[in-house]
């Protein structure tokens, strides 16, 4: 095409004047940048991968998803990493308990309830929530959430659930991760049921529907998926944290889902052992990545759900 | 005529009775119980945000004070203790983020939104990877800083920089969203004007989508600025050392420590005093974002009303 307009009767060039060398070593440059965040996501598997293989040189991989009990730095040392999945388990099961319905509730009150005055103020305060830095929250579920929820245990309950809690425990570290959870549910959630359109709520309301059918029958079922990633997101972000279970959970490797126990979370052994004195080189060294790289997988394979679930609302109306 | 009036009368009768069906009908119990339930769900996130400030405030304010600012951490004396060294190694840490991230996250979404060919698989694989590095857990990043910028192959050292290029990585992905939505937003007729008038692709860009796109980019830079300054996990494991009784030299050596960090090794400690100390961090630390994030919405509100 190029040759064709240069032969043109006018004798009229489109071709550019100079060859733009520079232009294109820009393009080259924009592309390596947008390249980082798959370089990073390489870096990251090649950083965990390395020292976890040399962990598993130590201890088998059988041994490291059937040994019973996690005591990394006691003499006879055994990594049953069960245990710390266990203890992630326990906390983010009591933060969803929270904050997925809260989150829920949340949204479909601003999308469907709230005027638009309302909106303008809880907006801003529910941003402000979500970027209160995870210290803030670790400190407030040491300092006021535990103690509140120790002193006022709710002893008259049967068995061991009716033990007062050690100054460490699931519920304390589960509630405050939820508080901490629920701006992300929230807002995913409401950008779904925002995404749903106009015409199918005027219809509801035309047929007669109240408030309460149009948000349950027509809103949340339309944006059903988004609602599930939000959950899914809200899940991973619970996964991921460190401070606050660090701080509110413990370090005790247990095997359990009361809330007045203390649990050791992935996340808080990697915290916890990575700024300990721990030598260079020895096996509860490498067991930081090799728990690191589950921790990876698990969140892995949970946010590629939740952009599976992403995609999906957005071709239904789009 | 008065045959008339029965019936007129019976059918305004019947008309009322219906109308006060309706009007029945309209107090929908299960309705109002379901708002109220909603409501309550919303109040308990806004409550417990009060809930955290006053507490906050109230455990930290005796000692909100100078001394604060501009001490050294102590572990004798409690009362005069501040973070200085904390609020140096933040700033170093911040300034070595600003500088990183923002030519790679911008160049990225330039080339995501004005040059990518979204056929191409590889154009959706890196916003794959981009999605998903958002949701990374911020304590992986820490091990990779750890493996990679601390030790070899870049072998920095626990100096600030490394803490700076860790968050980068950990914010890049926000930088990159936020930079995309602003160039989207920058009306296509300017490019096709300014294309129109012989500019090339890359004067097109340099002279028109980066001026419109600037104020959307720079919130999204504070956004995400204001999320790395509260990042704790990941600078724990790439040297933010413990207890650091001298100004950090400066971005490339000597150790250093970040404000939360510091509210960290703080909280840890059962003590009263260190408790009190924690809480005038934590309040430094939220005011701080309090101001970021205002200014981040005062800049978006400007914008959205100008387009």
Known sequence: MASSTADSPAGLSLEPQSRRVGEKAIVAWLFLAALAAVLITIAIVVALLEPAAEFFRFVSVTEFFSTARWTPTQADPEFGVLRLLAGTGAAVLYSCIIALPAGLGAAIYMNEYASFRVRQVLKPLLEILEGIPTVVYGFFAVAFVAPLMKDNWWTWLPGQLGEEPGTQFILAAGVVLGIMIIPTVASVSQDAMAAIPRGLREAAYGLGSTRMQVATRVVVPGALSGIVASFVLGLSRAIGETIVVLLAAGAMANLSILPNDPVFTMTAFIGRTSTGEIAYGTTTYYSIFAVGALLFVVTLVVNLISIALVRKFREVYE | ?307
């Open chain 2, 1 to 307: 005529m008065s045959h008339q009036s029965v019936r007129t009368r019976t059918a305004v009768q019947a008309v009322r009775d219906s109308s006060l069906r309706l009007e029945k009908r309209g107090v929908d119990v299960a309705g109002e119980l379901f708002r109220a339930v909603l409501l309550l769900c919303i109040v308990l996130g806004v409550l417990m945000l009060a809930t955290l400030l006053a507490y906050v405030t109230w455990r930290g304010w005796p000692r909100l004070d100078l001394n604060l600012f501009t001490q050294m951490p102590s572990s004798i004396d409690l009362t005069t203790a501040g973070f200085l060294p904390a609020i140096v190694g933040t700033i170093w840490i911040m300034l070595g983020v600003l500088v990183t991230v923002v030519p790679l996250g911008v160049s990225a979404a330039l080339y995501l939104e004005e040059y990518a060919d979204t056929e191409r698989w590889w154009n959706r694989a890196i916003e794959v990877f981009i999605q998903n590095l958002a949701a990374v857990p911020s304590i992986v990043f820490g091990i990779l800083g750890l493996a990679f910028i601390v030790r070899a192959p870049l072998a920095l050292g626990p100096v600030a920089f490394a803490g700076s290029l860790t968050l980068t990585m950990l914010v890049l992905p926000t930088v990159i969203i936020a930079s995309r939505e602003a160039i989207r937003a920058v009306p296509s007729t300017l490019r096709q004007a300014s294309m129109a008038l012989g500019a090339s692709k890359w004067q097109t860009v340099w002279r028109q989508v980066i001026p419109g796109a600037v104020p959307g980019i720079l919130t999204g830079t504070i956004l995400s600025m204001s999320r790395a300054i509260g990042e704790t996990a990941p600078l724990l494991l790439v040297g933010a050392t413990t207890f650091v009784q001298f100004l950090p030299e400066g971005p490339l050596e000597g150790r250093y420590t970040a404000i939360p960090v510091q509210i960290f090794q703080w909280v840890v400690r059962p003590q009263e005093e260190f408790r009190v100390l924690a809480a005038a961090g934590c309040l430094v630390l939220v005011v701080l974002l309090l101001l970021m994030n205002s200014v981040a919405i005062w800049l978006r509100a400007r914008f959205s009303r100008e387009s």
